[in-house]
């Protein structure tokens, strides 16, 4: 069973430290910087094993190079998107494994946000490192993607099992949720989640990690093909990529 350690850095960003204590293979999940995470090794003296990038973004990668300087620690990233993956030694894609200690991780494709845009599913221990493709009620922004590539890189995602915990990148959930009620104002699932949201983050606690079931009932951007979402909208019957579309246009305008 791994052991995960959430590191909040930056101003909203969560470095994630992944522990198999059988084998004390550590990775660090998209390192924004460093510090924070020698900090928490030291801490818990542990000894980096591992970096694990989603993608290039510097919020990502920031703390790459000096974590490799000090640790000698393997950097793991996206194949179709390694010349921007700084110090990458391993090059990983859609249906490759990827083990770390004795646990193994399926790596999935996800462009839309990034065009080389990874996640990793430990299956053994429901858990689900997406980096900036699913945020826990939204999705990333599509910088280098389209709507379609990023619908399909959602749907890849929402087949994961309910259990499935969601580890993504960003304490986005508050402002998702309020977004999402303006999409789909009567959806009861959506309701419950974002109360609990708004407790949580009164109490300055973290709403990640999510479940798939909780995203799958409630996160408009994975429910594009609902047919309940497309009468809140006024796009009954429509295409699920063109209702995926008008909900990221709006989001980005909100």
């Given amino acids: 069973m791994l ?22 293979a550590c990775a660090a999940v998209d390192p924004a910087e460093a510090e924070p995470v020698l900090a928490a090794l030291r801490e818990e003296g542990l000894t980096l094993s591992h970096i694990l990038n989603t993608h290039h973004h510097g919020d990502h990668v920031g703390g790459n190079e000096r974590l490799k300087v000090e ?28 083990r770390l200690g004795n646990a193994s991780a399926r790596v999935f494709d996800v462009p839309g946000h990034t065009r080389g845009h ?17 945020f826990a009620l939204g999705c990333g922004r599509l910088f280098e993607g389209t709507p379609r590539e990023m619908w399909e890189s959602l749907t890849s995602l929402r087949n994961l ?13 508050q402002t998702n949720a309020r977004f999402a009620l303006t999409v789909e104002p009567d959806n009861e699932a959506l309701k419950a989640v974002a109360e609990r949201v708004e407790v949580r983050r009164a109490k300055n606690l973290p709403t990640v990690p999510s479940l798939m079931a909780d995203e799958v009932a409630a996160n408009p951007f994975l429910r594009a093909d609902s047919p309940e979402l497309q009468r809140a909208m ?3 019957n429509a295409d699920a990529v063109d209702v995926f579309a008008e909900i990221r246009h709006r989001k980005d305008a909100f």
Wanted: hydrophobic share 35%; charged share 25%; with cysteine.
């Fill in 3 to 24: 052991h995960i350690q959430q590191i909040p850095v930056l101003s909203d960003n969560y470095v994630y430290l992944v522990h198999d204590e059988e084998s004390a």
């Fill in 161 to 173: 099992p309910g259990d499935t915990r969601v580890y993504c990148a960003h304490e986005y959930t």
């Fill in 234 to 236: 006024g796009m009954e």
């Fill in 118 to 134: 990874i996640a990793y599913w430990f299956e053994g221990d429901k858990a689900l490192f997406c980096g900036d493709t699913l």
């Fill in 71 to 98: 640790t000698g620690c393997a950097i793991v990233g996206p194949r179709a998107d390694a010349s921007r993956i700084p110090g990458i030694d391993v090059e990983v894609g859609e249906g490759d494994e990827f």
